[in-house]
């Protein structure tokens, strides 16, 4: 069997699931699917974090498929909880605060705002005061050109420009940093 038909046959698998309780139900099964890898890579998991084998059915290439309606893994409840959350937040105050702010640059809450590719959030540290100074003023040279491509951020005594600015952005941004 293909790779293109193992995904048809993926596809069907998930369109048919009647287990869908925070999604809505008229996903395609190819949604799904795209969906369920968003949230497996802003977590750095695959499908078996969630989903629990069916040792009953194999698949072709003689491993057991997974039993994506099975909710006997409390991953998965976890997940349904923390995706509502999102959107939760998204629509009662991340909508809100992104119709107050016009500059364009908010974003919804995802899985990766906190995840960052791991399974557990990581423990935020406060930067050190000089580093909180030198990002303001890179967002703050960065917010006067919507063609800036990059920003600025100096570590110490070590500076370091991230993609391309005009270089009369660059120099304007230099005098302004704090060492």
């Known amino acids: 069997m293909s ?13 048919a699931a009647n287990n869908l309780q925070v999604l809505p139900k008229d996903l395609t099964g190819r949604q799904v699917r795209d969906t369920m890898e968003t949230w497996a ?26 039993n994506f309606a ?11 909880i923390m995706y509502s959350m ?3 937040m998204n629509k009662d105050y991340v909508s809100k605060a992104m119709d107050l702010d016009k500059d364009g640059m908010g974003k919804p809450v995802t899985c990766g705002t906190c995840h960052r ?3 557990m959030p990581e423990e935020f540290v406060i930067p050190r005061e000089e580093h909180r100074v030198v990002r303001a003023e890179a967002r703050n040279a960065a917010a006067g050109s919507r063609r800036d491509t ?4 100096a570590l110490g005594r070590h500076e370091f420009v991230i993609a391309l600015w005009p270089v009369r952005r660059v120099a304007r941004a230099r005098r302004r940093l704090v060492y």
């Open 3 to 15: 790779q293109g038909s193992h995904r048809r046959a993926a596809d069907a698998q998930l369109s």
């Open 41 to 66: 890579g802003s977590l750095g998991v695959h499908c078996d974090f969630c989903h629990t084998a069916d040792p009953k059915n194999v698949g072709p290439n003689g491993r057991p498929r997974m």
């Open 70 to 80: 099975d909710d006997s893994k409390p991953d998965k409840q976890i997940a349904r």
């Open 86 to 88: 999102t959107q939760q």
């Open 117 to 119: 590719g791991h399974e």
């Open 150 to 153: 990059g920003a600025e951020l």
